[in-house]
């Protein structure tokens, strides 16, 4: 948590938590949007103010800078957005009842980090029930002695909690890394602390492994319209190495990161990758080569065979845009 | 260098040459069968014995142990048997002239170990030639104000060669790190130190670049009669990479690195690939989970769009037979 604890929230303490959330490598989309969303609670709870129109004013601003804060994380945006929002159409917003508009900015954030919890943990419990059927079934070409293999790379949240969810299905896991901060590593330590056979690959063993695995499970930081995934960089090697393989890559997401394919870049140029700093590549700064050390890729629909969101599982990209409007689900 | 200097190489300081061998991770296959050939040389000089029979059992047995040394490496064996089947052709190898066989044996080691030079040199000159055609043509379509790229990974003495050959033409290279021991940070330095512009990237971010660059140029450990190869485990996804970005992957490689295809494993299970010490991944042995350090992985040559030895160039692998048999081409 990067707030202020019970201390009022002002300017600079906000400030020094946007920075908190720029740096952050560790977590992932959907945990740092609710993060996102506790600064919003927090501020509207505290921001120093004496009127409600000034109070909207500070957290518009806030949610503003927030929104700009992760360019390569569409819930960061949408999460936030949806607080805008809500809370820009509340009649808390006009007349001079400021503890009415401090009540509603709360709640509202509150609430839709509740939402987008709940998203999270279906979409974990859809993808732990694909896999369970997916790799429990007969028609895999495994030896029986052999146990069922995932592969993934990387931390997702969700992709942890599908996995954690496999009770009584004997799945071994295998674990790219994820150079240069190695979050592969957490999930990987996560994994076997919940008692999983695991196993921690360095990237370039990716395509070695997607031979003996059964099937590859990858979160996503952004799902774009055409069924695209913007993940960490390496995803697009895996989803690479598994259609040569002939197995599936399954892309597990909350509908709340959807942005439109637009974003993408075919129109307006490159997508949005975020690059860190060189230094994490830990080469020191006087090598005398460059570094690169962009963290996100686009993963095009082509190369991923399933999508799973809270609302529904489809093989077909085009399916997507029933399961972001669950209202026309059957 | 693993020898004893100018001392006689017993068995005990040829039981250490050979570990040093095994456990050398920074040589490619051509340098590291060369360092082989100079311990067969320093073995005829100076191997204890008092007979020709005698002497040549200490070397028969010596070259067996460093045939076996490398299984991922053929030419380590290629060579290694060239040197056998030269010595013990020789006359040298009856009657009682000790001081004839060492002879012998030391000037086959060198004459040897100088064609592989001679021929790692002609490789990289044909893939410099070749790059330099590729790469210098108008049909790229890269924008004006761009250089020339080429993706690499790991070190390769025949890549070096080639890309330091390259004078006058401007170009990028992109080298990936190649997890574990990050041999390409090697390759990118000595890049650099030759005043080439040069950028190191994780293994993650291969199929990135892949889009960014013109060509991909790799070496080879070993190179399968039906073009496939094995090299630094990464290339495989480089080679994906660049075939869904359509754009060629160059395999430069000697032809004294040629194996039946067989070898591959598609008859007898799984191709030789060399799996090192886990604890160079760097998490410590007190992890909760497993990990797997394999070095190598074979690259299929449908991935590869060019194969260039030191006979010639292909864009066919049914051409390497005519390649590896130069007294066929025209």
């Known amino acids: 948590m990067y707030g202020t604890g019970n201390k009022a929230m002002d300017d600079k303490d906000f400030t020094r938590a946007v920075a908190a959330v720029k740096d952050d490598r560790t977590s992932g989309a959907g ?25 909207w004013r500070i957290l518009d601003i806030r949610a503003g800078e927030l929104a700009a804060a992760r360019p390569s994380m569409a819930p960061v945006g949408n999460l936030v957005a949806r607080w805008r929002d ?32 709940t998203a999270t943990a279906r979409v974990a419990a859809r993808a732990c029930d694909y896999m369970r059927e997916f790799l429990g079934s007969d028609r895999r070409d495994r030896p029986s002695n052999q146990k069922p293999a995932v592969l993934t790379l990387s931390w ?6 599908a996995l954690t969810s496999l009770h009584g299905l004997e799945v071994e896991v295998v674990v790219a890394e994820s150079r240069p901060r190695n979050e592969g590593a957490n999930l990987a330590r996560y994994l076997a602390e919940h008692g999983m056979t695991v196993t921690l690959i360095t990237d370039a063993q990716l395509s070695l492994f997607a031979e003996q695995v059964d099937m590859a499970l990858c979160g996503a930081d952004t799902l774009f319209s055409d069924g695209a995934i913007l993940n960490k960089a390496g995803t697009r090697l895996m989803a690479l190495a598994m259609a040569d393989a002939n197995r599936p890559l399954v892309a597990a997401c909350e509908s709340f990161k959807t942005i439109s394919a637009r974003g993408q870049g075919r129109e307006d140029g490159a997508p949005p990758l975020e690059e860190m700093p060189e230094n994490e590549l830990g080469y020191g ?17 082509r190369l991923i065979a399933t999508w799973c969101t809270e609302n529904g599982i489809v093989h077909d990209p085009a399916g997507l845009t029933r399961l972001s409007n669950p209202s026309s689900l059957v």
Chains 1, 2 share one sequence.
């Open 86 to 117: 809500s809370v820009g159409e509340s009649d808390a917003r006009g007349g001079s009842d400021l503890g009415r508009l401090r009540n509603v900015a709360t709640e509202a954030a509150k609430r839709i980090s509740a939402e987008s919890e």
């Open 285 to 301: 700064k006087s090598s005398p080569f460059d570094f690169r050390n962009i963290y996100f890729e686009v993963t095009p629909a």
């Open 31 to 55: 945990a740092l949007a609710r993060q996102c969303l506790a600064l919003l609670a927090q501020s509207g709870a505290s921001a120093p103010s004496d009127s409600v129109s000034e109070l």
């Open 156 to 161: 997702s949240g969700v992709v942890a909690e």
